[in-house]
């Protein structure tokens, strides 16, 4: 299983951390590869998606039952969002340098911002994930939870702010912050952070359009 992005293949590094053995991580990565994850509800702090088990071959995770290869099982993955104050570091640390507002606009999470957000003490990427699935198994991830983590990957490739909504910061919410310490702050580096949001419309427009196309092809 591949991710494009760096911050694509620390998502999957994380699963797979997170997962019981190998058989399982394997058996997740084939649910993904063909096509078996549904589509998948996002929101702050949340995924839920169904999966269709006999994709893929065996994808039969440790300790759960014997199931109709055409079943569909329920996953939800819980995803721990920022407290306001590191949400508010990160929307600093953001607004901090002109560029970051247009960068991710453009599909681009930049490993300086990651760092510089490290360095205010916000992680991006979450260091746990709570998986339940209906599936049976006695242990989580299961193969059916790694499969959508698996697929998640590929949506955050295609659009950083994936990420930032599943951290608290929904896209719409994170423009109005930046924009609101440019208007507080009035210095030259943030004052550009609003701007460069609407001088970015059309990158903005195409990187939704890429995100779109890429959950219907998942659906």
Known sequence: ????????????????????????????????????????DIEAGRLLAAVRTGAGGRARSVGAPVVDPDELVACSVLVPVL???????????IAATSGRIASLLAGDLPAGLAEHAEEAGVSLLPDQLDCTCTCGAWVQPCAHALAVLAQVAWLLDADPFVLLGLRGLPRDHLLAEVADVAGRSGTSGVGKASDEAEIDLDVAGEAAERAAALLDDLA
């Open 83 to 93: 407290d306001p104050a590191d949400r508010e570091a990160l929307v600093e640390v």
């Open 1 to 40: 299983m591949k991710a494009t992005t760096w911050w694509g293949r620390a998502w999957l590094r994380s699963a797979e951390d997170a997962a019981y053995d190998d058989a399982d991580v394997a058996a997740g990565w084939r649910l993904a590869r063909a096509g078996a994850v549904g589509a998948i």
